[in-house]
């Protein structure tokens, strides 16, 4: 919670711009910013795409500063929804080609060279940017790999029709013993072990048979101009050794032949320059990442929270506060055990997967045991248990209503007046009403999940 929140904050302290000038710009009442500026609420995937248009028109640096803060590590939970194409520029350099570099994914069809240049950027600072030693295709494509079985097989998204990388990872069968939504690697070392204990030869031979060379060909347009593609990767590892103190390409091979090659080595200045703008680059390259997978995602919700390693969830002890104060004042079924429920031995239940929805909100939220939360781990819940999870969170949201203060409950109910579209809080006590509100929201995203690959499930 708070992580767009702290960005706004940051900006609108150091751009000098009013929080009622952003909420009217926005269209929105001031106290809904004032509670993202203090980080007691987050804007949704939709509201924060907006924020960046406002504040493009705004102050169009506050932009850009806004999309590197909220960017620079997505490897923490947040979310955005890309419905603007804002420029990212990358620090200039007087040793390299920054032009180059900028342009190194245009006109890309496939994940290849993103998963490629993100894996370089990790393998390097895990390398704390030492040089010295070649690094193998080997290394980075199980690199590669890793990076990719987090969007893949943990949130299930698409790389795109034509794109294999979701192949090669179901091809390898990788069997992880730690249930997925327990599931905490987020410096990969397990993933790439498990990884790198497999036979990926003919892996290694796919990726490495275009994609190395196709990333640095931007570097040598003067040179292959006019060529065939199949010329061009014969001729790009001898040009990248003749011309590398000349022409300063990202990095070269280790062999002038292409069949030879098995390694690369990247530029001392190049390193040196990514070392000093790491953060930025990471942005930047993530940036253009999630512009990739969101387009191959129209529908999906929060994909930038999916594209990485997630962060280590939160503890939901605030919503879980929330339960156990309804929990003390009736007594609760478990809507899929149908055994009580008891305020001293709940967990927390995401109705629609968190490894879909990728969020905590409370309307998504119910109390059951750690068992049946367990097995249902990342399915979908069978038809027949919607009508007791709406009559459960109407009965949550009656019993809150009449214990907590107005203004608590107005920051309680905030999520359910914007994600399922309720005009005001007195509706969401009518059950005909809130349960219109969930299935209008609900059978969309669970048709979506479905065709994500996310299966149903029933207890027992």
């Given at each position: 919670m708070g992580q767009a929140g702290k960005a706004l904050r940051q900006v609108l302290e150091a751009y000098g711009i009013s929080q009622s000038s952003?909420?009217?710009?926005?269209?929105?009442?001031?106290?809904?910013?004032?509670?993202?500026?203090?980080?007691?609420?987050?804007?949704?995937?939709?509201?924060?795409?907006?924020?960046?248009?406002v504040l493009e028109q705004i102050n169009s640096t506050a932009a850009k500063e806004f999309i590197k803060l909220y960017l620079c590590d997505l490897t923490q939970d947040r979310e955005?929804?890309?419905?603007?194409?804002?420029?990212?520029?990358?620090?200039?350099?007087?040793?390299?080609?920054?032009?180059?570099?900028?342009?190194?994914?245009?006109?890309?069809?496939?994940?290849?060279?993103?998963?490629?240049f993100l894996s370089l950027l990790d393998i390097l600072k895990r390398r704390e940017f030492e040089i010295l030693s070649p690094i193998s295709f080997r290394e980075i494509i199980i690199e590669m790999l890793a990076?990719?079985?987090?969007?893949?097989?943990?949130?299930?998204?698409?790389?795109?029709?034509?794109?294999?990388?979701?192949?090669?990872?179901?091809?390898?069968?990788?069997?992880?013993?730690?249930?997925?939504?327990?599931?905490?690697?987020?410096?990969?070392?397990?993933?790439?072990?498990?990884?790198?204990?497999?036979?990926?030869?003919?892996?290694?031979?796919?990726?490495?048979?275009y994609v190395p060379f196709r990333l640095v060909r931007p570097f040598f347009?003067?040179?292959?101009?006019?060529?065939?593609?199949?010329?061009?990767?014969?001729?790009?590892?001898?040009?990248?050794?003749?011309?590398?103190?000349?022409?300063?390409?990202?990095y070269c091979f280790d062999a002038s032949l292409y069949k030879d090659c098995k390694s690369i080595i990247l530029h001392s200045e190049w390193v040196?320059?990514?070392?000093?703008?790491?953060?930025?680059?990471?942005?930047?390259?993530?940036?253009?990442?999630?512009?990739?997978?969101?387009?191959?995602?129209p529908n999906i919700p929060a994909v930038a929270n999916k594209l990485f390693p997630p962060h280590e969830r939160g503890r939901l002890n605030q919503q879980k506060s929330y339960w156990k104060l309804?929990?003390?004042?009736?007594?609760?079924?478990?809507?899929?055990?149908?055994?009580?429920?008891?305020?001293?031995?709940?967990?927390?239940?995401?109705?629609?997967?968190?490894?879909?929805?990728?969020?905590?909100?409370?309307?998504?939220?119910?109390?059951?045991?750690?068992?049946v939360n367990s097995s249902k781990s990342n399915h979908i819940p069978n038809n027949n248990y919607f009508d007791k999870f709406v009559s459960l969170q109407h009965l949550g949201l009656f019993i809150l209503q009449r214990n907590l203060s107005k203004q608590q409950w107005s920051n309680y109910v905030e999520s359910y007046i914007n994600d399922l579209r309720i005009i005001k809080e007195d509706n969401l006590l009518d059950l005909q009403i809130l349960k219109s509100a969930y299935e209008l929201t609900l059978t969309p995203l669970i048709s979506i999940a479905l065709g994500q690959g996310f299966t149903k499930w029933s207890y027992r």
């Open positions: 952003l909420a009217a710009a926005l269209g929105v009442e001031r106290p809904i910013v004032f509670r993202w500026f203090h980080e007691h609420t987050d804007p949704t995937a939709e509201t924060v795409a907006g924020i960046v248009k955005i929804s890309l419905i603007t194409d804002t420029p990212y520029e990358l620090p200039q350099s007087k040793t390299v080609n920054i032009s180059v570099l900028s342009g190194l994914f245009t006109n890309t069809t496939n994940s290849y060279k993103y998963l490629f990076n990719a079985w987090y969007p893949h097989t943990y949130f299930k998204l698409s790389f795109g029709t034509q794109d294999k990388i979701a192949e090669k990872l179901d091809s390898l069968k990788l069997e992880i013993s730690e249930p997925i939504l327990k599931f905490t690697d987020t410096d990969k070392k397990l993933l790439r072990k498990t990884i790198g204990n497999q036979d990926i030869d003919d892996i290694i031979t796919f990726i490495r048979r347009e003067q040179e292959l101009r006019g060529l065939k593609d199949s010329e061009v990767d014969q001729k790009i590892p001898g040009l990248s050794r003749e011309q590398f103190e000349v022409k300063k390409p990202l040196s320059y990514i070392e000093a703008n790491y953060s930025i680059i990471r942005a930047w390259a993530s940036w253009e990442w999630l512009k990739y997978m969101q387009k191959r995602n309804i929990l003390t004042k009736t007594d609760i079924k478990c809507i899929y055990s149908n055994q009580p429920v008891y305020a001293d031995s709940f967990s927390l239940d995401h109705y629609l997967p968190w490894s879909f929805v990728a969020h905590d909100q409370p309307w998504n939220l119910i109390p059951t045991f750690p068992e």
